[in-house]
């Protein structure tokens, strides 16, 4: 399992750590990615993903996942969000 959020594409950075006397050591930062279940109300059922905490945020500022996922680009979604995606897509234009 790759540490990429879900539905940001956030990732690993690699950096450096720099001591008072300038050494540098190599490190990786790592998201802070939580397991959530989100709800989604097209579809009417729950959805497990792993995303960081900032995307959490956003996704309850934007007014739910099929809204957040309806603004969101292609490229910085997983498969299964995309997937996803595209399923509420299907399900609001078949009801419309």
Known sequence: MSRRCELTGKAVLVGNLVSHSNRKTKTRFLPNLVNVTLISDK???????????????????RGGLDSFLAKASDDELSLRARRLKREIAEKSAAAA
């Open 43 to 61: 579809l009417g059922r729950s959805v497990r993903l792993r995303i960081t905490a900032h995307a959490l945020r956003s996704v309850e500022h």
